[in-house]
């Protein structure tokens, strides 16, 4: 190549190049402004609102430092909703993958009645909570509910499940359950389709052949990454709870199944103590981003099996 | 195995799902059952499943007229559609900036985005409410739908998906002539339609069943989407009319189960796509 | 180490019959290869032998046993993958270790957690890698036991998975066309080694692949198959030299055979391209014929041997392998029949436009219409 030639080359790629970085930046232009306005700016004020004395409607605030936190750590009001909701991450976590893994594995050997199955049990995924929950009050009746109605024949007392301080957050659990069970299963489902069948052949030469040894040699290691992700989603669906408590119980009886979101929405729109609610907010986002970096980090080990 | 223990072995594994099965169903079965029986059936306190006169219509008029459930899902429609509409106008081209172009800011971009992930819309909500109430835009389609315009996961996917898309094809349209905005339109994305339909079905539902947000937004009855209709249906009936709550509930969870009936595996591939994740 | 012996096997999908009729008696320390182009059966034959799929009908007996009743690992054989198929959660050492502690340890002592209150475990388990060892050393895959097949490469997985199979000491090793997923330099080192190691073990192999130099070159005898029944069984060299129809002589073989045309005339010969060969077939006359000739058979010759015949021809292509060359030529009077012939690369004859190819009719194998081979009086020994 000439030097005239090299230069009008090195000249034509650096225009590329440039045309290449506007186009880029252009096209991420959109993004990044609904990012930040959405997303990053809000979080940057909730923040430092966290750290203020603001009720909505003031006209000032001031800095008050960890206040609201302190506060928040004396308020028994607080602790209770946190406590509760741990509560039902206890009751929800372990029962809702269980139950996805034992439902996904008899599934997974159906071959007539799988789509049935299928469809039966993601049905509560796809429906609206809302609705659905409208109705199970109305299944957990103490009067007028086919539950209690069920219980009678066995010859249990009629319970009131959504008035009793020690069954309603339990309840609660149980319908959190019911919406889970089919979409741990999907998942459940997805990552047994990925385990390699000529894997169990080869078990079943090696001797491996009844479903005990198949399910602890091959089954559960193989599905390993799988229930990882399984657990930590459901614990960040279970810890988001809302819908189930603010058409059912609104948090009563007596504070029972005050939840962390609810006492959020309380704080914040209802009774408009803002800062506060920034702060507990804060809170509720810390707790999440610990589980998250547990799923990133889990997800890291994913593509480790290659 | 012999047949025998097949046999037994079959009769616990259906039992088991058939059991499931019962208990999953259950609401779904009462509340279709109970929105067309009359009040003085579902009154008393009986296990009758089946009822013995009809009042289907009266429930399902009374439903209609006393709440415009036909408007909340209207409503759902709307937003839901109007959401995704955005998502992918503005989601489809920073992904594929993200996947395939080099500029400034490139890896910035992409941790921000990886950290907006881990963060709900519970989060935001707080000062968005303030900026919109400050502004008077509350009480609008658009305030509902503002804080999910920006769809982190969708970037995130169609990031991974689009990275998988040959570079010769994309150099190839170069040469021809093509603008880069075109290659992303008419090239990249249809060849990735079954990623944004399982998207798509993912976020529609996500937003359909959304009560958190809306709840705050909105107090507005006719703009309600269907979560929040519900809420306030039920909280004006509250405990009497079952007959009617149930219809209600029957008609604003129906769309969603239709859809998902009639396109089982885009649903399942939408939900699946979490798994991605 | 077992014979093994296959009494009328069939198989069936639903209503596509997959297999019909297999009869095959595999001789104790025999390398037996199963070969045909896909979908023949030859998987589906080997699995039913392995016991991974129930056959529709017939026995197979391993040692003079039947062992249809038998679940896979109780027959006695070992199996390798195509996939190789290891547990990508184990170490390599675990892989090759699995079939021991499966027969070894009872289910109580494999539990998680239970396991480590069992005295008799740490034993066994000592024993057991002391043979993992010794398999590996073997294989010389001993420095890589600690590893996840996830880190190892196509050849090392491949090992392993023989060392898996190689542990139990089994009567038979089936193989699964284990070769397919190396490449080409690998598949060839590969080969010998897989001879070797029968040489040295000397258990009965079976083996199935898709590619005829496999078949051809680590065999004792071969069994092609089609469509579910099996086309010929015989050595390499009585598959080369005498196929028993038209398919075996066209699959084996490189290049493949040459088919030529042609048509019984009366008296004793066969026309083809007009002129006549002295072949004898006993066939009425005007029946058509197929005449083959293996490449190396037919060529331009300076020299024609007397009682050869001839072909004119066109010289279309010249493919240079080095030590040789592969001549294909259009055949006068035979439309679109292209003729491929071997000669040395150092050919003296000029290679031009129009040639003259000449053969001996000896070497002629002759089908009848069906494809079946035709014994003729010609061929030396031409017995069916």
Redesign the interface.
């Known amino acids: 190549m000439t030097a005239v030639a090299l230069d009008a080359a090195l000249r034509a790629s650096r225009r590329r190049e440039r045309l290449e970085k506007l186009t880029g930046m252009g096209f991420a232009f959109p993004a990044t402004l609904l990012l930040v306005l959405t997303s990053l700016a809000p979080l940057v004020v909730l923040i430092v609102m966290s750290f203020t004395d603001y009720d909505l409607g003031n006209l000032g605030f001031k800095f008050i430092g960890l206040g609201n936190f302190a506060k928040a750590m004396g308020d028994s009001v607080f602790r209770r909703s946190l406590w509760n909701t741990f509560i039902y991450v206890a009751i929800v976590l372990p029962l809702a993958v269980g139950l996805g893994l034992v439902v996904a594995i008899l599934v997974y050997g159906r071959k007539r009645t799988r789509a049935f199955y299928e469809i039966v049990y993601f049905l509560p995924v796809t429906s609206t909570l809302i609705a659905m929950a409208t109705v199970w009050s109305f299944l957990l009746h103490p009067k007028l509910g086919p539950i209690n109605a069920l219980l009678g024949l066995v010859g249990v007392q009629p319970r009131a499940f959504l008035s009793d301080p020690a069954l309603a957050l339990p309840t609660l659990a149980v319908i959190g359950i019911w919406h889970l069970v089919g979409f741990n299963m999907v998942l459940f489902l997805a990552g047994l389709t990925a385990i390699p069948k000529d894997l169990y052949e080869a078990a079943a030469i090696d001797g491996c052949a009844n479903p005990v040894d198949r399910f602890l040699k091959i089954t559960w290691p193989m599905l390993g990454p799988t229930t990882m992700f399984v657990i930590v989603t459901t614990s960040i669906t279970a810890f988001k709870v809302f819908d189930t408590v603010a058409v059912m119980t609104h948090g009563g009886p007596m504070g029972s199944s005050e939840v962390l979101l609810y006492s959020i929405y309380l704080e914040g729109f209802q009774y408009f103590h803002t800062a506060y609610a920034a702060a507990l907010t804060v809170v509720f986002l810390a707790f999440l981003l610990v589980f998250s970096a547990i799923q990133a980090f889990v997800l890291d080990r994913r593509t480790h099996y290659g | 195995m012999t047949a025998i223990r097949r046999f037994l072995s079959l009769v616990l594994?259906?039992g088991?799902?058939l059991a499931?099965?019962a208990?999953?169903?259950?609401?779904?079965v009462?509340?279709l059952v109970?929105s067309i029986k009359p009040p003085d059936e579902?009154?008393t306190?009986?296990?009758r499943l089946w009822p013995r006169h009809f009042s289907a219509i009266e429930n399902y008029r009374y439903a209609l007229t006393s709440a415009p459930l036909l408007r909340f899902a209207f409503n759902g429609l709307i937003v839901c559609a109007g959401i995704l509409l955005v998502q992918l106008?503005?989601?489809i081209?920073?992904a594929?900036?993200?996947a395939k172009?080099?500029?400034?800011?490139?890896n910035l971009?992409f941790m921000?985005?990886?950290l907006?992930?881990?963060?709900?819309v519970?989060?935001?909500?707080?000062?968005?409410?303030?900026?919109l109430?400050k502004v008077g835009l509350l009480n609008t389609y658009f305030s509902i739908m503002?804080?999910f315009?920006?769809s982190?996961f969708a970037?995130f996917l169609l990031r991974q998906f689009f990275k998988g898309f040959p570079d010769d094809i994309i150099q190839a349209a170069r040469l021809d002539g093509m603008r880069?905005?075109e290659i992303?339109w008419r090239i990249v994305v249809p060849s990735s339609l079954p990623a944004i339909a399982a998207f798509a079905v993912f976020s529609f539902?996500a937003h359909?069943?959304d009560?958190?947000w809306p709840?705050?937004v909105i107090s507005d009855a006719n703009l309600a989407t269907?979560?929040?209709g519900?809420?306030f249906f039920?909280d004006a009936e509250t405990g009497s009319n079952?007959g009617a709550?149930?219809a209600?509930?029957?008609i604003?969870?129906a769309p969603?189960?239709v859809?998902?009936?009639l396109a089982?595996r885009q649903?399942?591939a939408g939900?699946?796509m979490?798994?991605v994740? | 180490m077992a014979s093994v012996t296959l009494k009328g096997i069939a198989k069936s999908f639903g209503t596509t019959e997959v297999l019909s009729n297999i009869d095959l008696d595999i001789a104790d320390g025999e390398f037996i290869t199963l070969v045909g182009a896909s979908g023949c059966g030859k998987s589906t034959l080997i699995r039913i032998i392995a016991g991974l799929e129930p056959q529709s009908a017939g026995s197979v007996e391993v040692a003079g046993r039947p062992v249809d009743h038998l679940r896979p690992h109780e027959r006695r054989v070992a199996m390798v993958f195509q996939s190789y198929a290891l547990y990508p959660h184990m170490s390599v050492a675990a892989n090759i270790a699995l079939p021991l502690t499966m027969q070894r340890l009872s289910l109580f002592e494999r539990l998680p957690l239970v396991k480590y209150v069992s005295t008799r475990r740490p034993r066994v388990m000592r024993e057991i890698m002391h043979e993992v060892d010794s398999v590996a050393a073997q294989l010389q895959i001993q420095p890589l036991l600690a590893r996840r097949p996830a880190q190892l490469s196509g050849g090392q997985r491949q090992r392993v998975a023989l060392g898996r199979a190689m542990v139990r000491h089994p009567d038979v090793f089936l193989m699964d066309e284990p070769l397919s997923n190396l490449d080409a330099r690998l598949r060839v080192h590969m080969r010998s080694e897989l001879a070797e190691l029968h040489a040295r073990l000397g258990s009965t192999f079976i083996y199935v692949t898709h590619d005829q130099v496999e078949a051809m070159t680590m065999s004792d005898r071969v069994a092609m198959m089609d469509a579910g029944r099996i086309l010929q069984l015989g050595t390499p060299s009585e598959l080369y030299a005498r196929p028993a129809n038209l398919e075996v002589a066209q699959f084996i073989g490189s290049p493949a055979i040459n088919v030529l045309p042609g048509e019984v005339a009366d008296g004793n010969g066969i026309v083809v391209a007009g002129s006549t060969l002295p072949i004898a077939t006993g066939l009425p006359a005007r029946s058509r014929v197929s005449v083959g000739l293996r490449p190396e058979s037919i060529a331009p010759r300076a020299n024609a041997t007397a009682g050869d015949a001839s072909l004119r021809a066109h010289l279309r292509r010249v493919e240079n392998l080095g030590a040789e060359l592969v001549l294909h030529c259009v055949v006068d009077g035979l439309d679109g029949v292209v003729v491929a012939c071997r000669v040395p690369a150092d050919q003296d004859t000029p290679l031009n436009g129009a040639l003259e190819l000449s053969f001996s009719p000896r070497a002629c194998h002759v089908f009848d219409a069906e494809g079946v081979r035709v014994a003729d009086r010609a061929a030396p020994g031409g017995a069916r």
């Open positions: 594994v259906h088991f799902l499931g099965a208990f999953v169903l259950l609401p779904f009462w509340m109970t579902i009154f306190a009986t296990l106008l503005v989601g081209p920073c594929y900036a993200l172009l080099r500029f400034p800011g490139r971009l921000l985005t990886l907006a992930l881990a963060i709900p519970q989060v935001p909500a707080l000062p968005l409410y303030i900026a109430a503002l804080p315009f920006l982190v970037i880069e905005i992303v539902v359909w069943n009560l958190y709840l705050i269907p979560p929040l519900m809420l039920s079952y709550l149930t209600a509930a029957t604003l969870t969603l189960v859809a998902f009936l089982r649903f399942i939900i699946t979490t798994g994740k």
